[in-house]
C-alpha cells in the first residue's frame, strides 16, 4: 500500500476577505505537492455569525475548490458559510481532482457563540473514499463528541477543521490525541492561525496523530503535513485489535 501525503496550511485568514484569503491559498500553496490538502473552518471569511455578509449561495468556493483540485491533482478540503434556500449551513467540501465532492454539514453547533441560533446543524455522517482511504469528515465543535466519531470500523483518517481559539487550546491538543488513540485512526485537526475581528487568537496548533497517539507531522514554513500508511495503521490494529472490544449502539441523528 503506498503512501498518502496529507498536507494542511497555516492560514491566517483575513476576516470576511474570500478574495484576500484565496489568493493568499493559492501562493502559499504553489510549490506544494501533496495527495490532499486541509483548510480550517470558514476558511475563506473567519468563523463569524454575519451570514449576510459571509453565507455563499451560488457556489463560487465550490468552483474554485473544484479548479484547485485539479491544478495541483489533489483532494481538497475544507469548510464555508453556505445559504442553501432559506436556511444557512457551516458545510465542509472535500473536492476530488475529478471535480467529484462530499459535502458534510457541521453537526455539533457552537452554542458558547450562538452558532445555534444561525446555522443549521447536520443530521448525516460523511465518510468519503479517496485514493484507497477512508475519510471521517468533522468541523471544529465535534472533536468534543466522541460518539459522534467513534469508529465502527468504517473509516482510517478522521479531519478535523477548526477556529480554535488559545483560550481553549489545550483542549484541542489533548481531543486530537485521544481520538487517535480510541477510534485506533490518523487524526489530522487543522486549526488557522492570527487574530480576528473578535479580538480571538489562534495559535499554531495544526498536527496529526497516529492510532498510538504520536504526533507524526512536521512542519515545513506554514505547511503541516504528515505521511499517511494504511499499511501500517492496519498492522496496528491487528496487533492491537482494540476496536473488536468495543460497545455496540446505534447513533440517533
Known sequence: MATLKISALNIDTQSKDRERNLINIERALENSVSDVI?????????????????????????????????????????????????????????????????????????????EQNIYTAGNTRKIVEYNGSRFLLQI??????????????????????????????EAWNTLLKARAIENQAYIFGVNRIGTDKNGLHYPEST????????LVSQRDGSIISAEVSLEKLFEFRKRFCFLADRDSFELNL
Open 207 to 214: 498536527q496529526c496523530f497516529f492510532a498510538d497517539g504520536q
Open 38 to 114: 486541509l483548510l480550517p473552518e470558514m476558511f475563506t471569511t473567519g468563523f463569524y455569525m454575519d451570514t449576510g455578509a459571509i453565507a455563499e449561495q451560488n457556489m463560487e468556493t465550490l468552483l474554485w475548490m473544484k479548479n484547485f483540485a485539479k491544478k495541483k491533482n489533489a483532494a481538497v478540503c475544507g469548510s464555508i458559510s453556505v445559504k442553501e434556500n432559506s436556511l444557512f449551513f457551516n458545510r465542509c467540501y472535500f473536492v476530488k481532482p475529478s471535480g467529484e465532492f462530499v459535502s458534510y454539514d457541521k453537526r455539533h453547533l457552537f452554542s458558547y457563540s450562538g
Open 140 to 169: 471544529c465543535y465535534d472533536l468534543r463528541f466522541p460518539v459522534f466519531s467513534r469508529n465502527n470500523n468504517d473509516y482510517d483518517i478522521a479531519l478535523y477543521l477548526a477556529n480554535w481559539p488559545k483560550q481553549r487550546i
